[in-house]
């Protein structure tokens, strides 16, 4: 027996078991990554789905903090939420998606890229419109909160951070009356996160839509400066928060997203590149909003088994022509010797 093409057909065997099988791995990587590397992988819904108003995740807003630019991702799993649930200040969350403008008819469908990663992060007794001196409690005034909540009314020496915020109505107060009903923590805001630092930017195609956005605003903003760095100096911190990680779709955010009850997470921002400009205005300026429900992430479909090669079908010998039988040579008669 030749080995050589036995051996030929073995490795090739092999390889395409080894394709089916990295298949199946892939897939299982892909539900796997829930606990990947410490974090839980969630995604972003905008908090009115489906609406044709009030409905996004990233939103341009003017000064009186009114939306002018509705971001938006396309479908669920384009907008990923990484959470590391680890105590104390190790608390971390990372964004990391695409949006494209609500109205695509009016703004075209140019994607705008986000990714920031929140960390050093801190619970509500480090924040000072929590306090007792600001708030009392049993329960806080969640009205004040909401309406007095500012950077001017923060003492310049106090240590404690700016938040929490409260926001849409009255929704802090709301969440505090459905104690019964939803489970609400006494104060609301007991288990959210606030993080004081941030390391992201905006960038992507939008980019130019979102900058020029900003600056029909506040037209001081040059709309031809191609960067957003993400700051919050001066305006609330970043907060996050869920009842129950586990299971977000059925757990509760108490007001955390500053648009509903679901989990989910909320800030405003400025660009970097612009708080020379803005800061001596009003150090309460923001000029962007980030919003959203906290969702478990579509189930990723499986991905289809490698195609099997066909199994050649044995081709039939050509029937070989029959073979002549072999001429015989005519015997020689036998000469006579000479005498």
Known sequence: MNLIPFAAFLVTLLGQLGEGFGNEVSLASKKRDLQLDGYMKFCAQEFN??????????????????????????????????????????????????????????????????????????????CYCASEEFAGSDPPNYNKIRNDCTYSNIPEDTDLLFCPKCSEGKLCK??????KKIGTPDPIYADWKFFSEVDGEFS????ALLRDEIHQSFPQIDPNLLKCTMNFDNIPLPQFGCSDLSNPSEAYGYGVNAKNFECGFASWFNCEEDLGVLGGVNKDTHVLDINFNLIPCPTPEPTESPTNFPTPKPSKSPTPDPTKKPTPFPTPKPTKAPT
């Open 174 to 179: 709301k969440a505090y009356k459905k104690k």
């Open 204 to 207: 992507g195609p939008g980019l």
């Open 49 to 126: 789905p489906g609406k044709s108003s009030k409905n996004h995740v990233v939103v341009n807003v003017n000064g009186n903090n009114k939306a002018t630019l509705n971001w938006v991702p396309r479908d669920e799993s384009e907008f990923c939420v990484y959470v590391k649930d680890e105590p104390d200040d190790k608390y971390e969350v990372i964004l990391d998606g695409t949006v494209v403008p609500f109205n695509t008819k009016k703004y075209g469908e140019a994607e705008l890229n986000v990714y920031a990663k929140f960390t050093k992060s801190s619970g509500f007794d480090s």
